[in-house]
């Protein structure tokens, strides 16, 4: 997710904000040897000409002026594609042997089991569910998604790698799965490991599969597929929006918050403000070297979980204060969340900024990092 960001911001950082019009715009461009038609809402336009449109499949062109061909806008109104329409569109995207599976928010694509499919589909419901309830009651305003949320399975890893690779390059390899801010997907494989040929013959059922990936060594991968399943509906319920300059150890305290998926119950639940054992042993092994700033370096900009060598320890960090901010700074926490949900697309803070607006709502940082180091090393 991190890396389609950059790509996309590299692509567009010079563009400045325009109101979006209640219009429809219609852009030709050029890209890869190929002409490509988009239609959809003007999100940014730019002084230099570039353009982000939001196509009706829920898709973000971040359109430079030299690829453009053509643009167009009539006042037809913005209307985003049905589940039906994404399902055809898609399918004919994909490679042959896919199928839909549609649960009341999701339309899974797979080439592998139903069963599987229909685990995948428990899991982002049971999220779903716990996810709105908890924002609910914490008071924040969920907007519901303007388009059907989707995830893509393929039933191989080859083949997955082989899709990722276009849009993640190499850092493909070393990721199981992830959500696309561009695309607005998730893609990820089989993780049962028994996808492919002969897997439906073999009659795995959901409790089996279920079995399987609930042992102790599956639990981190199914706990990464939740974390970037909460990316996505933080990006689709109004937390955040795609684009938007977002601190990353906000939008990623938020995931590492509900990456704690309890595989017992069938039904997909979450054990969501469990302590995530994970990040709290590695917050406590930092907290050794941690140096005086640490909090200051996290808020003030997104460079720690850009450092390989230092982002496990910023996401042990992250999810640690948001642990901590969301048990004993609720309301201010909300406040802040409100405020961050209404950041622009393209529109980059500096860190002086990225500190005053965090300073507004939490206070003095040295005050504050005491008490946060007093509250997590009670937590057991
Ligand atoms: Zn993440």
């Known amino acids: 997710?991190?890396?389609?960001?950059?790509?996309?911001?590299?692509?567009v950082l010079c563009l400045g904000l325009a109101s979006s019009a209640k219009s429809l715009d219609y852009v030709v461009l050029h890209r890869d040897g190929k002409e490509i038609q988009v239609s959809g809402r003007l999100v940014v336009a730019a002084r230099d000409g570039g353009i982000l449109l939001l196509a009706e499949d829920g898709l973000?062109?971040?359109?430079?002026?030299?690829?453009?061909?053509?643009h167009t806008a009539d006042a037809t109104p913005f209307h985003p594609l049905t589940r039906s329409e994404i399902s055809r569109r898609l399918l004919t995207e994909l490679p042959a042997g896919f199928e839909v599976y549609k649960t009341a928010h999701y339309l899974i694509f797979h080439d592998t089991s139903q069963a599987y499919a229909q685990w995948c589909g428990s899991l982002f419901e049971g999220l779903y569910r716990t996810f709105t309830n908890f924002w609910t009651h914490k008071g924040f305003e969920l907007a519901p998604p303007e388009f059907p949320l989707v995830a893509v399975v393929f039933a191989d890893r080859q083949a997955y790698l082989k899709y990722a690779r276009a849009e993640l390059g190499e850092a493909s390899q070393s990721v199981i799965g992830y959500f696309a801010m561009l695309t607005n997907r998730m893609t990820m494989y089989d993780l049962t490991g028994l996808g492919g040929q002969g897997y439906a013959e073999r009659g795995h059922t959901v409790a089996q599969i279920n079995q399987v990936l609930a042992q102790p060594q599956a639990l981190q991968t199914v706990a990464t597929i939740v974390h970037e399943a909460t990316h996505q509906l933080a990006f689709n319920c109004g937390l955040h929006r795609r684009l938007s300059d977002c601190p990353v150890w906000f939008s990623e305290g938020i995931a590492v918050f509900f990456e704690t998926p309890d595989l017992r119950s069938a039904k997909g639940g979450n054990r969501v403000g469990a302590i995530n054992q994970m990040r709290l042993t590695r917050f406590l092994r930092y907290c050794a070297t941690r140096p005086a700033n640490s909090l200051e370096t996290l808020v003030r900009n997104d460079q720690r979980f850009h450092d390989t060598r230092r982002a496990p320890d910023a996401y042990a960090e992250a999810w640690a204060l948001t642990y901590f901010l969301l048990h004993q700074h609720s309301k201010q926490y909300v406040a802040y969340l409100r405020m961050l949900s209404q950041k622009k697309p393209l529109l980059q803070d500096p860190p002086e900024v990225r500190l005053k607006e965090f300073r507004h709502a939490f206070g003095d940082l040295r005050r504050l990092d005491a008490e946060l180091?007093?509250?997590?090393?009670r937590l057991r």
């Open 60 to 70: 973000l062109w971040a359109i430079p002026p030299d690829e453009q061909v053509s």
């Open 1 to 11: 997710m991190l890396q389609w960001f950059r790509v996309a911001v590299a692509v």
């Open 373 to 377: 180091l007093k509250y997590i090393g």
